[in-house]
């Protein structure tokens, strides 16, 4: 049996892989699939592929490309979940910020530099018509260092996914004053391409199974309940997110990479662009 390691955050779009495995649909498939949470994030799962302790990552669209145009020997081979990142702007809750411009001077927590909570506070900034070079910004690695960031007042707000930070800010640590989606689909699936060249069969196995469980994830009888109790949201807010949720079958198509590596050019997250052939080809 080839045993194949996958990375990815610990949040509910990543359920379907875990029903997988749990279902054992991979081992009949003579796959041992070993799955690793990644609570820190992109810049986390881009070194994880860059070093190779992982050889498939569920990641983020804008880091995975801003990272394989840095030289990152990967291959985005699927997109994962279509529809765009929600990424709710959050301060402390006893803070006196109260919109999304009375950060416009204030530091933001960000996981490390080159994951998505930091490319988004650049995207956010570009929105509000901030000077991107005037960002500030105090490194916390994962969403529990981002809550004793802002309590401690080392930062002044956090970008992280809507959904995954509710029950914080239902909790009254975060208030969340404004929203960020991403302008392009959420999550991609990348591999090592030492890995993809050896193992393309595999790979297209492990896509197959997958595909089969997010076309279908929606209609698993409860699943709002099982989201609901496995990742400690509230049941409304889980139905929600699914009701906003779109999952990919289908690979990255040209049009929609050069669109995301312009606009990562146009924020000078990128230097070097780098051909679709390289990156998802």
């Not at 409860?222 to 109790?229: N, P």
């Not at 509230?234 to 590596?261: A, C, G, M, P, Y």
Request: proline share 3%; aromatic share 8%.
């Amino acid at each position: 049996m080839g045993t194949i390691k996958i990375a990815g955050v610990p949040e509910h779009f990543n359920l379907p892989w875990h029903l997988c495995i749990e279902n054992k649909k991979l081992e009949k498939e003579n796959i041992n699939l070993i799955w690793t949470d990644v609570p820190e994030g992109t810049g986390k799962l881009c070194q994880m592929l860059r070093n190779g302790e992982t050889d498939i990552a569920v990641i983020l669209t804008e880091g995975i490309i801003k990272d394989i145009a840095a030289g990152n020997e990967s291959t985005i081979v699927q997109v994962y979940v279509k529809s765009p990142l929600i990424w709710g702007i959050h301060v402390a809750a006893d803070s006196n910020y109260n919109s999304i411009q009375d950060v416009k001077n204030g530091k933001a927590a960000i996981s490390r530099y080159g994951s998505g909570s930091h490319l988004m506070a650049i995207v956010n900034a570009k929105y509000q018509g901030w000077e991107i070079s005037a960002l500030k910004f105090e490194t916390v690695n994962t969403l529990d260092g981002a809550v004793k960031a802002l309590t401690e007042k080392e930062a002044d707000y956090f970008m992280w996914e809507r959904f995954m930070t509710k029950p914080i800010v239902d909790k009254g640590v975060f208030r969340r004053i404004g929203d960020c989606p991403t302008p392009w689909p959420s999550f991609v699936i990348a591999v090592r391409n030492e890995f993809l060249n050896a193992n393309k069969e595999t790979v297209g196995t492990v896509l197959d199974v997958i595909n089969q469980m997010t076309s279908t994830f929606k209609e698993i009888p409860d699943i709002d309940k099982m989201l609901s109790e496995r990742y400690g949201q509230k049941r409304e807010d889980i139905k929600e997110w699914l009701s906003l949720t779109q999952w990919s079958q289908q690979k990255l198509d040209e049009h929609t990479f050069n669109n995301v590596q312009e606009q990562l050019s146009e924020l000078g997250i990128i230097e070097h662009k780098t051909s679709f052939e390289i990156a998802a080809g």
